[in-house]
């Protein structure tokens, strides 16, 4: 081994670029090396190497921070200094002490002492981009893996980031975005008034730790223009703009009106807007959209195609193959807007099959049909004319603002407000705005936590 390799940190004057200080933080051997392995620096020895850069730095600006204090704000006589008192740092992938300058009163029958602190002085001492990674570990996943995902990620177990600390400022997060949702856009976002937009909304279950109850129910509603759904290939779409809102809030649907509302305006709604509507045929989804009527000038309800497919898929899987054919014929039908055609069709299948089972779930789907009779459109002229019939773009958003989060572990068990909470930072990262709005939520989350 002919040569090592240092890792050198250095102070230098910026005018007469002189060495003030300098120092070696680490030597590494450098060594032919016998695998993969070996190329560059391990995991650990990266936040290690990146801790220690970070050290030096934070113990020079630690020098320079200025508590703000002209004199004693007790009793109003001159202070002086009075040493240095450490303070914890908490940043992305390392903890800190840092160094900070005390004062005290020179009164001596005063005795006030600053006692600074990084949280006196800045409101936090954790770092915004580190709160950032644990709201969105905590959004995504339930508490325990976020914070075993951040261990993974900082390659080292640090107390900062348990699943308690999480939970609390993904919470809080979540709690200010869900009162922010409750305000129309302010004067200063710019919003193009949209001649037509496009709406969907949507339920899912969540499972609860309610008493007597196995599950409640949120409901998603995501709004966007017609202009913006791309074309990605043949079979995918994707939306380019969009707003999503949601609410898990027991409050005969108040919130998620106003959410959608304050979201439509967000999307250009105005008095001449015309708004096509997909739902799946809830009656509480059906509410929640005519909310919107008096604020546009037409609103058209169309049961999404996309759910009734899905339900006739479900059919076909429990009646067999016998039935395919003669269920492809009533779905036809409905596709043309036979609706009573399309029903008759599926009581002459009914009348064919004795399982009492079969025989409800195709009863079922009449009913369905019966039910939102008045939201059923000529789906194959609506498709001729490239307008709008099937969710299925948007329908996996619903679904996976919903699901990711809160389905997948059944363990997970939810109050309406904890979930209520967690999916607001859920649907901002759906809407696409979580990148661009996240210091505004996490900034002031921090201060109130500190
Ligand atoms: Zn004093």
């Known amino acids: 081994m002919d040569y090592e390799f240092r890792v050198i940190v250095e102070k230098v004057s ?27 620096l391990r995991h ?28 004693c704000p007790k009793c109003g006589q001159k202070i002086s200094k009075n040493g240095f008192k450490e303070s914890k740092f908490h940043a992305v992938f390392s903890d800190h002490k840092l160094r900070i300058q005390q004062h005290c009163c020179k009164n001596p029958e005063c005795n006030w002492n600053s006692g600074p602190t990084t ?74 008034p949209a001649q037509e937009l496009i709406v969907q909304v949507d339920g899912g279950h969540i499972p609860t730790k309610e ?35 949601i609410s898990a809030k027991d409050d005969e649907l108040q919130t998620i009106k106003t959410y959608l509302y304050n979201a439509a305006l967000r999307q250009g709604l105005c008095k001449e807007t015309r708004i096509t509507a997909l739902a799946d045929g809830a009656s509480n989804c059906w509410s929640v959209i005519l909310a919107l009527g008096p604020h546009c000038h037409s609103l058209e309800l169309i049961l999404d ?22 269920l492809e014929k009533a779905k036809w039908s409905l596709w ?28 079922g789907l009449q009913d369905y049909l019966e039910n939102n009779r008045d939201y059923l459109i000529n789906y194959d002229e609506r498709e001729k004319a490239n307008k709008p019939f099937t969710s299925q773009v948007a ?22 407000e904890g979930a209520h909470n967690v999916l607001q930072i859920r649907a901002l990262m759906a809407s696409d705005e979580w990148e661009e709005k996240w210091l505004e939520y996490v900034m002031p989350s921090l201060e109130k936590t500190a």
């Open 336 to 363: 043309h807007r036979n609706v009573d055609e399309s029903l008759q069709k599926l009581t002459l299948i009914r009348d064919n099959i004795t399982d009492e089972q079969k025989r409800s779930k195709l009863k």
């Open 119 to 192: 949280t006196s002085v800045f409101g936090t001492d954790i770092h915004p981009d580190l709160a950032k990674l644990q709201c969105e570990q905590g959004a995504l996943h339930s508490y325990r893996d976020a914070a075993s995902n951040l261990e993974k990620m900082n390659a080292q177990r640090r107390s900062i980031n348990n699943h308690d600390r999480v939970k609390h400022l993904t919470n809080q997060v979540g709690e200010r975005l869900s009162q922010e949702n409750q305000e129309p856009p302010g004067e200063e976002e710019l919003l193009v």
């Open 211 to 245: 008493k007597d109850k196995r599950s409640f129910e949120a409901l998603a509603g995501i709004i966007y223009r017609p202009t913006c759904i791309e074309l990605v290939d043949q079979h995918h779409r994707r939306i380019t703009d969009k707003s999503c809102v």
């Open 395 to 416: 329908e996996s958003h619903i679904d996976s603002i919903i699901n990711a989060r809160h389905k997948r572990k059944q363990k997970m068990q939810w109050t309406r």
């Open 305 to 326: 195609w996309f759910h009734i497919a899905k339900k006739f898929q479900n059919i076909k899987n429990a009646l067999g193959e016998n039935f395919s054919e003669s």
């Open 44 to 71: 650990e020895e990266q936040i290690s190497l990146l801790s220690k850069v970070q050290s030096h730095l934070l113990a020079e600006q630690s020098k320079l921070i200025d508590p703000g204090y002209d004199a």
């Open 14 to 40: 910026v005018t007469s670029q002189k060495v003030v200080e300098r120092d070696t933080i680490k030597i590494y051997d450098i060594k032919p090396p016998d695998s993969i392995l070996d190329l560059g």
